[in-house]
């Protein structure tokens, strides 16, 4: 791929970091709906979602981290680009998906919660998906949960802007990934850390995940477009992010992947699962590594076949 080309997947990529609605999804010009699966494709994501739910059942946690894949950004090395929280019990709806979306008609972030069938189905490839999930030892997963199902939390760490390529470390823009870690932080920093110190929750957040080393996604857009872009789409941004990091092109954003590399190495007892389809074959495998693109199978993964009506 060339330089031009390189920086025009550069920067699809980051407008599709965009967490729009299940009923819209965003497009490089506008809101529009996403293509309807067929009635076979449905059959197969109803299905996957039950094994998915399964395995989130089994673990008997509160709460758990989750993220999908969304457009097809292989090329890029990304897999994972919508990160949630999945919670045992919000209210009447068990194993709910609570989620920033970017809401079109509004043009705002919001909180939401969907069923777990819902956030599967919010992907650009309803032939082939991927689902990560991280389960946490109960001393993490329990104030995870009560931050979560809090409106004062949850929405405290709520932007009020939404832009896909956020800068981590600003209060300026968020995207969904990063209400996520924000979130997090939320949940795992004590509350008299900061008292005192007059930062409000997104600024007690991103200090406290700047302390502990928390690392984002580095992406390096190399064309000169991400210069004006942002004035014609709002859903980029330049003003968040520092000055030497745009003039050499690179954008630090929160990602799934990068959120679970935190989780990884500072939550002991941490534990994942990685659930693909392709057609009406799922695989299931545990552990920190991926399965191999195309939901192909390694040694020791879980293999079942969707039986067809």
Aim: net charge negative; aromatic share 8%.
């Amino acid at each position: 791929m060339n330089r031009l080309g390189r920086g025009l997947a550069g920067l699809a990529l980051l407008a599709g970091l965009l967490c729009a609605t299940t009923a819209q999804a965003f497009s490089l010009q506008f809101c529009d709906r996403p293509r309807e699966p067929s009635a076979e494709q449905r059959d197969v994501m109803l299905r996957f979602g039950a094994i998915v739910r399964d395995e989130i059942t089994a673990s008997a946690s509160p709460a758990a981290l989750i993220a999908r894949s969304g457009l097809d950004l292989h090329r890029l090395d990304v897999r994972y680009s919508h990160a949630a929280v999945a919670l045992q019990d919000n209210g009447d709806r068990p194993w709910s998906v609570r989620e920033l979306y970017f809401s079109c008609d509004e043009r705002r972030p919001r909180v939401y919660d969907e069923g777990l069938t819902g956030f599967l189905l919010g992907t650009d490839d309803p032939d082939t998906g991927y689902v990560s999930l991280v389960f946490l030892p109960s001393e993490r997963a329990e104030p995870l949960r009560r931050t979560a199902v809090d409106k004062h939390h949850a929405l405290g760490v709520l932007g009020a802007s939404y832009s896909a390529n956020a800068y981590p470390f600003s209060t300026a823009h968020q995207n969904c990934n990063q209400w996520v870690i924000e979130l997090l932080a939320d949940a795992w920093n004590p509350g008299d850390a900061d008292a005192g110190t007059g930062m409000d929750a997104r600024a007690r957040a991103q200090a406290w995940l700047r302390g502990q080393g928390y690392l984002p996604t580095v992406f390096t857009v190399s064309a000169h477009p991400m210069t004006w872009l942002p004035a014609v789409m709002p859903w980029l941004s330049n003003d968040d992010h520092p000055p030497h990091e745009v003039a050499h092109n690179r954008y630090n954003v929160s990602m799934p992947a990068s959120i679970e590399t935190f989780v990884q190495a500072k939550v002991p007892g941490a534990r994942r699962v990685e659930i693909c389809h392709a057609g009406r074959r799922v695989v299931l495998h545990r552990g920190w590594d991926d399965i191999a693109e195309g939901c192909v199978p390694g040694a020791g993964d879980q293999v079942t076949e969707l039986a067809a009506d």
